[in-house]
């Protein structure tokens, strides 16, 4: 069994920045793609990052120069680093990790979320 903990959300002002983590635990073999999605009230989960095991990252382009994803592979962690955040970042933040076992099967596996509220 593996799972994703995810902390790091909470209330902050329009400009101001936020880091999320999120740890991988269990029987884990290794980790391929490790990912954040988001999902605001009333609209569907949306991608925001992809960073691949060799550190190859990708954005969406509402985040684009302004979150920065990174992992830490020895720790089984990955990070978003958010800044000059707007109030349209507000949303639940998912994180997402492409899990290989110990008995060497991939699960795509999903945290539980973290609130992001940005005021104006």
């Known amino acids: 069994q593996v799972q994703l903990v995810e902390s790091g959300g909470g209330l902050v002002q329009a400009g101001e920045s936020l880091r999320l983590s999120c740890a991988a635990s269990?029987?884990?073999?290794?980790?391929?793609?490790m990912g954040w999605y988001r999902q605001a009230p009333g609209k569907q989960r949306e991608w925001v990052a992809t960073i691949i095991s060799g550190g190859r990252t990708n954005y969406a382009d509402s985040v684009k120069d302004r979150f920065t994803i990174s992992r830490d592979n020895a720790k089984n962690t990955v990070y978003l680093q958010m800044n000059r955040l707007k109030p349209e970042d507000t949303a639940v933040y998912y994180c997402?990790?492409?899990?290989?076992?110990?008995?060497?099967?991939?699960?795509?596996?999903w945290g539980q979320g973290t609130q992001v509220t940005v005021s104006s």
């Open positions: 997402y990790a492409a899990i290989k076992t110990t008995a060497r099967v991939t699960l795509p596996t």
């Open positions: 269990g029987s884990i073999f290794s980790i391929d793609d």
